[in-house]
C-alpha cells in the first residue's frame, strides 16, 4: 500500500468515525494504535483474531484475548495496542439510539464471540465505510448490536492498573522480567531496599491492589501470549511463568479468564 493510501486511511480513521452523526462506520485496517488517547462520540465494537489485543486507559490497561471482542461505550477515552502486525480485525461504530438503550452499551466490556456473532460478522467480511439507514446492510449490523445484550455472555475482566509514579514503575518492570522466578514479597522487597510493609503500602496507595494480586494477573497474561503464540505444552508455560506446579496455574488461569489453560488453547487454535 502506498504512503499517501496509509495517510488517508488514517485520516479517515481519526476524523471520519463522527462525520455522519446517524452512520454505522466500519473499519478492518490496524490503525487506531497510532493515535494517542483519543474517544468517539460513537460506541464501537472491536474484535481480533490471532492476537492478543491492549486496551489502555489512564489508570488501567485491558487485555483482550482472542475469539473476545470488546464493546467500548460513547466519549470512552482510550487506546489500543496489539501484539503482532497484520492482525484480522473488524471494528464497528455505532450511532447512539434514543429508542434502544441497555445498560450493556454503557458499560466497557470484554466477552467471548459467540457462535451467532461469529456467523454475523463472517456475512460482513467485505463491508467498510459509512452505512446509513434504509441500507440493509445498516439493518443488519443495527440487528448485530441489538443482539449483544441477551446473548448474556460471561464477561472477561482481566486488568492492571498502571501507573507513572516514579517509585512503582521500575518495580513493575522488574516483575514483568522476572515472572519466571518465585516472585514473593519478601524477594521483591528486597529487590528494591525496601521493607515489605512499605512495599505493600506503595502498591495500595498507587495501584489499589496487592503485590501478590498483580503478580498473579501477570503471570496469567503472560501465559495468554504464550498459549496463543507458542507450542509449549502448558507444562512448561506453567512453570516458565512462576507457578510450581500445573495445578495452582490451571486454578489460578480459570479464576481470572472463566476457561481452562486447555479450553483457551482450543479457543485461539479453532
Known sequence: MFVFEI??????????????????FVLRQQIEQRFQMHSHKKAQLLLITGGLAIL??????YYIPINHFIWIPKNFFHNLKFTANNLELINIYFPDEDHYRSPFYAELGIYPVSSLLTEM??????????????????EFMSALKHMLPHEELPSFNLQLPTTENHKVSPILEFIWNNLHE???????SRAFALSERSLTRLFKDILGISVIQYVKMARIIKALHLLADTQLNIS??????????????????????????????LMVIK
Open 7 to 24: 495517510m488517508a486511511i488514517e485520516i479517515e480513521y481519526k476524523y471520519g468515525i463522527d462525520t455522519y452523526v446517524e452512520s454505522i
Open 56 to 61: 489502555q486507559t489512564k489508570e488501567k490497561d
Open 121 to 138: 460478522l463472517k456475512f460482513t467480511k467485505d463491508w467498510q465505510g459509512h452505512y446509513f439507514k434504509g441500507a440493509w446492510e445498516y
Open 182 to 188: 518465585p516472585l514473593t514479597l519478601h524477594h521483591t
Open 236 to 265: 512448561s508455560i506453567s512453570y516458565s511463568v512462576g507457578f510450581s506446579n500445573n495445578s495452582a496455574f490451571s486454578v489460578a488461569f480459570k479464576q481470572l479468564t472463566n476457561l481452562s489453560p486447555s479450553e483457551y488453547r
